[in-house]
């Protein structure tokens, strides 16, 4: 594989690391509602549960969220001492 095909495969994994952001932040929002629809239920047990739930989820997105930026980064480098970003601007 040519420094071409590893770039493009790279910007591949920084978009399913994004759409993986995305349905985690969608993850923690559901979490959050339904603990305060059992709130509003007075469900105590479902409240407990959807608030470990939330505190995971968004765990996992803080985890997320640093992932892609180390890889950002990452693929930023890898583009620019390959001269791949200046073959672009040709």
């Known amino acids: 594989m040519n420094n071409r095909?590893?770039?493009?495969?790279?910007?591949?994994a920084l978009r399913l690391l994004e759409d993986l952001k995305n349905s985690q932040q969608?993850?923690?929002?559901?979490?959050s509602q339904l603990q305060l629809d059992a709130m509003?239920?007075?469900?105590s047990d479902m409240?407990?549960?959807?608030?470990?739930l939330f505190s995971r989820y968004n765990e996992s997105l803080d985890f997320v969220n640093q992932e892609i930026e180390r890889f950002e980064i990452k693929r930023n480098q890898f583009e620019q001492?390959?001269?791949?970003?200046?073959?672009?601007e040709e």
């Open 5 to 12: 095909e590893k770039l493009e495969k790279m910007d591949r």
């Open 26 to 31: 969608a993850m923690v929002e559901k979490a």
């Open 40 to 43: 509003e239920f007075n469900f």
């Open 47 to 52: 409240e407990k549960n959807m608030g470990e």
């Open 81 to 88: 001492k390959h001269g791949l970003d200046k073959m672009e």
